[in-house]
T-cell receptor, first 113, second 114 residues
Framework: DVKVTQSSRYLVKRTGEKVFLECVQD?????MFWYRQDPGLGLRLIYF???????EKGDIPEGYSVSREKKERFSLILESASTNQTSMYLC????????????FGPGTRLLVL | AQSVTQLGSHVSVSEGALVLLRCNYS??????LFWYVQYPNQGLQLLLK??????LVKGINGFEAEFKKSETSFHLTKPSAHMSDAAEYFC????????????FGRGTSLIVHP
């Protein structure tokens, strides 16, 4: 059974803290994605990666960075957390094909105080 | 920019009633179409997808969707709603400009009343 795991289900951080969200997939997928999900806005792409050490900005990359040192792991970094980054963060992975399905992790609900 | 529109942020049905969730996309070029479901406090999972071939696609849990090229639509239906169908449903489209990055609709929350 395919699996995408995220390091935390719930996280509470203070404004200005550096925050790391980790995602691991066990399917040997080339593509990995980070989204944020907010009510009424659906899923918005933050960053994606199509190979180790490769990354591309999505629609809302400001205030975020990513790291992909190994194929199975994709990290999202909030350099200096702000209250407007309070959200649900979803990681996904897929094979590099238009027809392929994305597989999602359970999400991390981040609260920035 | 290409877009995916899901009509109605919330749809409310009675248990046993027909479920119809609407999805329209902005291009006439046949794309690849997906429906995902998100149960409370979980990530998204694939419900069904259309890539090529038969335009009526069957998915899990009794759901199906029909690709209508002339209407640029991919509506999701289920003949009889169950309480367990209460969830958020997302339509997604891939393939515009050859991109494998999906464009998601904003989602429709399905509410099922007893």
């Amino acid at each position: 059974d395919v699996k995408v795991t995220q390091s935390s289900r719930y996280l509470v951080k203070r404004t200005g803290e550096k925050v790391f969200l980790e995602c691991v997939q066990d399917m040997d997928h080339e593509n990995m994605f980070w989204y944020r999900q907010d009510p009424g806005l659906g899923l918005r792409l933050i960053y994606f990666s199509y190979d180790v050490k490769m990354k591309e900005k999505g629609d809302i990359p400001e205030g975020y960075s990513v790291s992909r040192e190994k194929k199975e792991r994709f990290s999202l970094i909030l350099e200096s957390a702000s209250t407007n980054q309070t959200s649900m963060y979803l990681c996904a992975s897929s094979l590099p094909s238009i027809q392929e399905t994305q597989y999602f992790g359970p999400g991390t609900r981040l609260l920035v105080l | 920019a290409q877009s995916v529109t899901q009509l109605g942020s919330h749809v409310s049905v009675s248990e046993g009633a027909l479920v119809l969730l609407r999805c329209n996309y902005s291009s006439s070029v046949p794309p690849y179409l997906f429906w995902y479901v998100q149960y409370p406090n979980q990530g998204l999972q694939l419900l069904l997808k259309y890539t090529t071939g038969a335009t009526l696609v069957k998915g899990i849990n009794g759901f199906e969707a029909e690709f209508k090229k002339s209407e640029t639509s991919f509506h999701l239906t289920k003949p009889s709603a169950h309480m367990s169908d209460a969830a958020e449903y997302f339509c997604a489209v891939k393939g515009w400009g050859g991109s494998y990055i999906p464009t998601f609709g904003r989602g429709t929350s399905l509410i099922v009343h007893p």
